[in-house]
């Protein structure tokens, strides 16, 4: 595969860090690479591998964005914009890639919109057409005007296949900062941070006050309180480091009066510095940010406010919201007020260890790898049309109009602890795969919940009340069909709800009925909310008021028959179709772990690796599904007699 990123730097070298880190990923993974740098040159940034192609730089003045600024500091003319436009095409056409990659382009860079749009237009008129994918990071700076949001959008729509989300949503969603759209929400993919630095060897204690001011002018003020803090109060270690960005002057006088080897320029090794360090203290930059993840530094952070910047600050604010830094807003930022900071965060407690994915790098590569895989795919056209073929086809299609399906598993009859149950939670802990368990309430033995309470990806559903079948003879079994007086079915339903809470630990509990057999009466369906109930999973049916329905499209086993596997070949036929002609509902896995023989966990096992692994494919938690049917929100059912437990299959 080969990779070619564009990149433009205006501010700092953060842009052009991240993007060498990525293409540093793809050489590593064994792919070519090229770099197209449209900023300063930035010493500190590793190309190990990568090949540079260097424009005339541009840069910009303070925070003046709109104008960039050419080699000779004047604004660049259309002349210099020409001959950058020109190396990119050129090194477009020279190196033939496989995939390009725009790096803020289009959410940002309107500036220099001209060369960006020239590069992929020009990538989409080649034969083959390359995958075109934008790369942002986890906060983007919205314009004001809703019609340049819009702009963006459109652009994304119609020149791009997917956008690199350099994030993990459990701590910075891009809606946080954008005001998404469908079309651009359903091409997003989320990498994880994208960790910059090695893992830091582990010290015996940590020591001193880190300062790291970034690699640009922009870092001045951060800088001269720090050196006045370190001059007031030497005695707590100070070490600071100024960005190669810093003028030599401006840096002399910042350093007049400190000890030998307070101030310097930033170094290569900042990484290790930073883990033996007892704080940090730093503006709060994308990478700046990644290094407190990855080494755990208690932090100060004085996030870069200056022209209206909200970047920085929201990113610092989530930090702190989760016990990982103080900020310290800019316009407050005085010798005193960091000293006051430095205190009070050198004695707050150590915050607990995160489980944010740092992991971007290595998983822009699997993601961009997959994206391309699918669009050789469909460029070769139909192949035989089995039932494999045709499943790949509708992923594939899916995932080349940048909609994600939705994946439940539900699996029903649980009412202990067994090996066939621990078979289960097993392949959803291993393929990350939640699954909503429909317990039977009056079956439920206590080794059932103490199961539950060590598993992970597991909710617990109510599947009736003892899975008993009141179908006169020669009809289809149902326990909740329009057989018995309402009041007796409603009785029975609002027992299942109290005996399950009692049965079932509290946190894994939903209040989603599950009638067995999937058949239930309309007249039941609709006293549902009325008992207590926020959700409902059967197999596809009719909306009910007041509760959120998702149900079981694809059940394996052949109920009627060999009560084995089914045909494969129908069972990923019906997946197929399932996913073409419903694009907003979820497919549904329907599974019976006691009824398992070796075909069918078999087929199961591989149908989790196979769709889980394809980027059209979202693993879908109940929890999350169900909204608040979780049962720590919801009042006990009424009371009513429990009848003994009686299995029918």
């Not at 604010?317 to 430095?342: K, M, N, Q």
């Not at 899975?467 to 329009?482: D, I, L, S, T, V």
């Amino acid at each position: 595969m080969r990779v070619l990123i564009a990149v433009t730097h205006l501010l700092g070298a953060g842009h052009l860090t991240r993007a060498a880190a990525l293409a540093r990923a793809f050489v590593e993974a064994g792919h070519g690479v090229v770099l197209i740098s449209g900023g300063v040159p930035a010493p500190m940034v590793r190309l190990d591998g990568v090949h540079l192609v260097q424009l005339p730089p541009l840069h910009i003045a303070g925070t003046a964005f709109g104008t960039p600024l050419g080699p000779d500091g004047e604004p660049a003319d259309a002349a210099l914009l020409a001959s950058r436009r020109a190396l990119m095409i050129e090194a477009l056409a020279a190196f033939r890639p496989d995939v390009v990659i725009t790096e803020l382009f289009p959410f940002g860079r309107r500036a220099l919109a001209g060369e960006f749009l020239a590069l992929v237009e020009a990538a989409r008129a080649r034969t083959p057409r390359p995958l075109v994918l934008a790369s942002v990071r986890d906060i983007l700076v919205a314009s004001s005007k809703p019609e340049r949001i819009a702009d963006a959008h459109d652009r994304v729509a119609a020149l791009y296949d997917a956008v690199l989300v350099h994030s993990d949503p459990a701590l910075i969603p891009l809606d946080a900062s954008w005001p998404l759209d469908g079309r651009t929400r359903a091409m997003i993919r989320y990498t994880g941070y994208v960790d910059e630095g090695s893992r830091p060897a582990s010290v015996p204690a940590r020591g001193g006050v880190l300062v790291a001011a970034g690699s640009g002018p922009a870092g001045l003020v951060l800088l001269r309180a720090a050196a006045e803090a370190a001059r007031r109060r030497p005695d707590r270690g100070w070490q600071i480091l100024a960005g190669h960005g810093v003028p030599d002057p401006d840096l002399r006088a910042i350093g007049q009066g400190l000890a030998e080897g307070v101030l310097s320029r930033a170094r290569p090794d900042y990484r290790s510095l930073l883990a033996a360090a007892a704080l940090s203290v730093s503006q709060c930059g994308y990478n700046t940010a990644t290094d407190l993840l990855a080494t755990g530094t208690p932090a100060v952070l004085v996030p870069f406010e200056a022209g209206g910047e909200t970047e920085q600050r929201l990113r610092a604010e989530r930090l702190a919201a989760r016990g990982l830094a103080h900020v310290l807003p800019e316009a407050d930022l005085s010798a005193d007020t960091l000293l006051r900071a430095v205190a009070a965060r050198s004695v707050a407690p150590t915050p607990d260890a995160h489980s944010f994915d740092l992991g971007g790098a290595r998983r822009s590569v699997e993601i961009t790898a997959a994206l391309l895989d699918i669009r050789r795919r469909i460029s070769r056209g139909p192949a035989a049309q089995n039932g494999s073929d045709l499943l790949d086809s509708a992923l594939d299609e899916a995932a080349s109009r940048g909609r994600q399906v939705g994946f439940f598993w539900r699996d029903d009859d649980a009412v202990t602890a067994t090996p066939a149950l621990d078979r289960l939670i097993a392949l959803a802990e291993a393929h990350a795969a939640p699954v909503l368990l429909a317990a039977i309430p009056a079956g439920i033995e206590p080794a059932l919940g103490r199961r539950l309470a060590a598993a992970r990806n597991v909710s617990v559903a109510v599947h009736g009340l003892a899975h008993r079948n009141h179908a006169p003879a020669g009809e289809k079994p149902a326990e909740f069909g329009a057989h018995r007086p309402l009041a007796e079915l409603v009785a029975d339903a609002g027992a299942g709800l109290r005996l399950a809470q009692e049965r079932v630990p509290g946190s894994a509990l939903l209040a989603v009925f599950v009638p067995p057999w999937n058949r239930l009466a309309s007249t039941v369906a609709a006293a549902l909310p009325d008992l207590g109930y926020r959700g409902l999973s059967a197999v596809p049916g009719a909306p009910v008021p007041g509760l959120r329905r998702v149900d079981a499209t694809l059940d394996p086993i052949d109920w009627r028959g060999s009560r084995s596997l089914r045909d494969p070949e129908v069972l990923l036929r019906e997946l197929a179709a399932d996913i073409a002609r419903a694009p907003g509902r979820p497919v549904g896995l329907l599974t019976h772990h006691l009824g398992h023989d070796k075909a069918i966990w078999d087929f199961v096992e591989a149908l989790l690796a196979r769709l889980l692994k394809h980027p059209a494919i979202r693993a879908l938690d109940p929890r999350e599904l169900f909204d608040d049917a979780a049962m720590d929100t919801i009042s006990p059912a009424p009371h009513s007699s429990v009848p003994s437990i009686a299995r029918t299959g």
